[in-house]
């Protein structure tokens, strides 16, 4: 054979084995370069993470952790995106314990600078994203990975967009021969928590694949199935917030609350609800009933927090979830120095979210929050079956009002259109109708995705050269079935004398309990013939495209320098993302009680030169081993289109035809030197920048329902106004009233957005010392600096604004009531705004302990310490948010700092590990509402709160299991635990759901699971 041939075959093969990235046992950055064997393959050079430039030397500028196969699998966790949550790096992202606002996706954070900065690759090369521009890690399997690679550091100089907090390179198993069967099973001890045994988790997965001389060809399958944990089975998550009780539940209860607005029009009331008494706005909080409003078994009697409805128990506490996939790749080499590769796969996930029934919102509030009929809010006609008053309730406060006005034109029984003489305003009525059912989320996700190309190699002047050009196809297409939610329009028929001698029409008894009841006797309640006229099952589809064509070339040349030859790579990349999301029509027009979207549409398409240079300064000198200048830049032009969202001034939205440019050049500067053979010292600086995903630009108006505090009403604490002291300047000496903690809000795309842009500074080193073989050590600090964010700045900020700060432009975005006492919606479209800065260190340490009589023994720890994490708005107003949750209504938080310890034992056929997670302490702001003794400092201030701190203290999770293989099976069996000691997470009562932050803590309870391996 050859030389060149040789040459290639040693490529291949180093490209097989994972020659790069990082240490074997996958934690320290710097990557050792293992003894070569006695052949060609010592002279390989192959392209490592983060450079595009073939190079033998696999010890790079940048920090690059690498986890092997071994690792994941003595993780015990069974999902790619589960592995790489829980790496000290690794900060709060969706994952499968979202049920309110989850999707069955999971995402990667690193450095809290957000799922969005970072960049999924497989094999080098890019994969389907989201609308948002995020890849689903649920989306890769498992089974075929051979090692993780991530690149703790911006790279968007080599790679392009997304890449500013780091990237994720999943390498997949190359020339694989034989075959690999395995089996998981796990489940959830949750007798010790308020609960049993539950979330059974299942996994199957089949490999075979067989390589030759010129080809090789892999294929595997598999199956998850992940059953659900429900919040009412743990003691944490029985109520909507620990210890507070039935209190901290929904004011929309089962039998409806009812706020009437009496002597509308100077008229006397024309109702009295026996055991409410009269009731003007300011009788807020209104008129609660246990049970129906009328007959034998009515109880109605004015509102307290007795009457809250707990809906926590009928949520799930960790989603079900079930996967399976066909996945293949291959290459054949057409000659000596040509191959032709391909990798394509087939995911089908259903992913499942069950939350309590939606508060239907009747009347004023109703109309003003989107839970309108055909734009207007929903009122009872005086003649309406069940109807107990046999006057027109209006929605409004003044039956001349606009909406009130179109209402009563419609549906009211006075003469002209009007509402008759003794109607009664019904500013709102809230239900939770637990006769229609659960809201049922079902996601059907399909993702398909090919790659082929051809690389090859050359020799010219004494080097080697590599080319690559290769063609990524990949679809996304998620059905989306939402089951339990009501058409408003429909509604609104029923409760109306017309629907009473309609045929087909069923009148609905909104006055009865809200509970289901049987057909016999519909004044009861809820009957199956009114809930099947009035719910819907609404269908929604979003698909995402993919399309990309890249060429790569890379060399060494200037053999003769005195420092060694110099490395180049130069490229080409031409993207297409577009991609659309269609929801339901009843959806998108508002008439259902869940939230309102419209629909997206739009493209992006990229072009993207780049080059990269290495440049040798120094070799083998005193105090210089050497010394290696890399320098990287990269051109990105973007063009978008599609349809966007413009505000007119009656705060309404038009959507029409809409696109943009941008451009963007991003450089990088990366130094590696090593003094002695045993130290490398790094340093780098690099710019980065994102492009605008395409749900930012063109994402149609939605719905929202943040939990905020309107600075101008009444409150405890969390930054409302605290009676006896001087309202804020904007309030204009107006007390407002809010409701609920949840105030509407609009929100969508902008097509208007420019690209953000970072700039990323690192230093650090690794030490490999000679006097303790098997040790290493590494640190590495950051500083990364995002501005220009593409966010949502919140719709707190706009009231802050407004109501604080006299910001007219706030105001103009927030609409009131007509008197202007409630805020009733807050346009908070996508915009750029603010900076984020995220300061801190990366440390890690590896030791493989001499051999001994009983076994190999290894430890590994990886440290992450957030130093700063600042956040600035728009206007400038920054804080670290280090070491605190994010409140009201929290989702995440920002741990100081976090660790990581893994100790491995083999001996034989047994081999053990023992893996610990530590997250730091966090604070947030006490709650007033949560009970007493709920609040462990009240007297600690933070940012001048005057409620004080709630600790939520060091938790720490410890994971082992136990592996013995029998070598004439070639079978190796796994016992293990997760959450080994049952921690319990710390109890947050800023948390949205659940009372505790499902971004780094686990679902309650004791996982136990085996795992059995068969090789063929």
């Not at 009501?486 to 006055?511: D, E, S, Y």
């Not at 038009?654 to 696109?659: C, E, S």
Request: with cysteine; proline share 6%.
């Amino acid at each position: 054979m050859n030389t060149e041939l040789l040459l290639n075959r040693a490529v291949k093969s180093a490209l097989a084995v994972g020659a790069a990235g990082g240490l074997a046992s996958g934690g320290v950055a710097l990557a050792q370069q293992a003894p070569a064997p006695a052949t060609t393959t010592q002279l390989s050079k192959i392209v490592v993470t983060g450079s595009h430039i073939p190079q033998t030397a696999i010890a790079t500028a940048q920090p690059v952790v690498t986890i092997n196969r071994q690792e994941i699998q003595n993780s015990g966790f069974t999902t790619v995106g589960e592995v790489l949550q829980h790496l000290s790096s690794s900060w709060g992202a969706l994952n499968v314990q979202f049920n309110n606002g989850g999707n069955g996706a999971v995402l990667i954070n690193i450095h809290d600078l957000g799922p969005a900065r970072v960049l999924v690759l497989v094999n080098g090369q890019r994969w389907v994203s989201r609308l948002t521009g995020t890849v689903d890690l649920s989306t890769i399997p498992t089974a075929v990975v051979a090692r993780i690679e991530l690149l703790l550091n911006g790279a968007a100089a080599v790679y392009g967009s997304e890449a500013i907090a780091g990237v994720i390179n999943i390498i997949t198993v190359k020339n694989f021969n034989g075959a690999r069967a395995s089996a998981y099973l796990g489940m959830f001890d949750g007798t010790s928590d308020g609960g049993g045994w539950d979330g059974k988790l299942r996994k199957y997965s089949f490999t075979v694949g067989t390589s030759g001389d010129r080809s090789s060809v892999l294929l595997s399958g598999g199956y998850y199935q992940q059953e659900p944990v429900w919040a009412g089975d743990r003691n944490i998550s029985q109520e909507p917030e620990f210890g507070a009780g039935v209190a901290s539940g929904s004011g929309n209860t089962i039998g409806g609350r009812a706020l009437f607005w009496y002597g509308q029009n100077g008229a006397p009331p024309g109702v009295d609800i026996p055991g409410c008494g009269p009731q003007g706005f300011f009788g807020y909080p209104g008129c609660d009933s246990n049970g129906p409003y009328i007959g034998a078994h009515a109880n109605p009697h004015p509102f307290t927090d007795a009457d809250r409805f707990n809906y926590a128990p009928l949520n799930y506490l960790r989603t079900p979830s079930e996967r399976w996939y066909i996945y293949s790749q291959g290459h054949y080499d057409l000659t000596n120095s040509i191959s032709f590769n391909f990798l394509t796969t087939y995911q089908r996930r259903n992913s499942h979210q069950v939350l309590a029934p939606t508060p239907i919102l009747f009347g004023l509030l109703g109309g003003l929050n989107g839970y309108g009929a055909n734009g207007i809010g929903v009122g009872v006609s005086a003649d309406a079956k069940y109807n107990p008053w046999g006057v027109d309730l209006f929605p409004g406060y003044y039956s001349s009002s606009p909406m009130a006005a179109a209402w009563c034109s419609k549906y009211g029984s006075g003469a002209n259109g009007l509402c008759g003489p003794d109607a009664v305003g019904l500013v709102d009525f809230g239900l939770r109708p637990l006769g229609l059912g659960l809201r049922d989320f079902n996601q059907n996700l399909q993702t398909f995705y090919f790659r082929g190309g051809f690389q090859g190699y050359w020799q010219m002047a004494g080097n080697q050269w590599q080319w690559s050009a290769h063609y990524i196809y990949g679809q996304s297409l998620n059905t989306v079935i939402t089951a339990g939610l009501t058409n408003m329009a429909t509604l609104q028929r029923a409760l109306v004398g017309k629907c009473n001698t309609t045929p087909g029409c069923v009148p609905f008894n909104i006055f009865g309990g809200g509970r289901a009841a049987p057909d016999s006797d519909p004044e009861s309640g809820i009957t199956p013939a009114m809930r099947n006229f009035v719910t819907i099952t609404a269908h929604a589809v979003n698909k995402i495209v993919l399309r990309d064509y890249n060429a790569n070339i890379g060399g060494g040349f200037f053999n003769g320098w005195y420092a060694g030859p110099w490395g180049v790579a130069a490229g080409y990349e031409y993207m297409e993302n577009d991609g659309f999301f269609s929801p339901d029509p009843l959806v998108a027009n508002g008439n259902t009680d869940g939230n309102a979207r419209k629909p997206t549409n739009g493209k992006i398409v990229t072009n993207a030169q780049y080059v990269e240079l290495k440049v040798p300064l120094a070799s083998d000198l005193p105090f210089a081993q050497s010394l290696v200048l890399d320098l990287a830049n990269r051109w990105s032009q973007f063009d978008w289109n599609g349809q966007g969202n413009v505000i007119q001034p009656n705060n309404t939205v038009l959507v029409q035809p809409a696109g943009g440019s941008a451009s963007s050049s991003t450089g990088r500067v990366w130094l590696k030197w090593k003094p002695i053979n045993q130290l490398l010292i790094r340093a780098s600086w690099s710019e980065g920048f994102r492009a605008p995903a395409l749900s930012e630009l063109f994402g149609g108006v939605g719905d929202n329902f943040p939990g905020l505090v309107d600075p101008c009403a009444p409150t405890t604490g969390n930054g409302g106004w605290v009676p006896g002291t001087p309202l804020p300047p904007g309030c204009n000496g107006l007390v407002h009233t809010q409701i609920n903690s949840q105030i509407h809000t609009n929100v969508g795309g902008n097509v208007n957005l420019v690209p953000e842009t970072s700039t990323t500074k690192s230093v650090g080193f690794v030490y490999s010392p000679s006097w303790a073989p098997g040790l290493d050590l590494s640190a590495d600090y950051f500083h990364t600096v995002v501005e220009n964010i593409i966010t949502r700045l919140g719709g707190q900020y706009y009231l802050n604004q407004c109501y604080i700060e006299q910001n007219q432009a706030a105001c103009d975005k927030i609409v009131t009531t007509p008197n202007g006492l409630i805020v009733a919606n807050i346009f908070d479209f996508i915009g750029n705004g603010g900076l984020k800065k995220v300061i801190g260190w990366d440390v890690g340490a590896n030791y493989r302990f001499p051999t001994t009589a009983i076994g190999q023994f290894t430890a590994e720890l990886h440290m992450t310490f957030m130093q700063k994490d600042i956040v600035c708005n728009a206007s400038g107003a920054c804080g670290d948010i280090t070491g605190q949750v994010n409140a009201p209504s929290a989702f995440f938080a920002q741990p100081s700092h976090r660790y990581n310890l893994q100790l491995g034992w083999e001996y034989g056929a047994w081999a053990a590990n023992w893996n610990m997670t530590l997250i730091s302490e966090l604070w947030e702001p006490c709650d007033p509402g949560a009970g007493p003794g709920n609040c462990s400092n009240p007297e600690k201030f933070v940012g001048g709160d005057p409620v004080g701190q709630n600790h939520l203290g060091t938790t720490v999770y410890t994971d082992a299991n136990v592996s013995y293989t029998v070598s004439s099976w070639n079978t190796t069996f796994t016992l293990g635990a997760l959450n080994l000691f049952d921690k319990q997470p710390p109890i947050s009562h800023q948390a949205f759901a659940n009372s505790y932050l499902p971004v780094f803590y686990r679902t309650p309870g004791r996982f136990l699971y085996g795992r059995v391996t068969v090789r063929f």
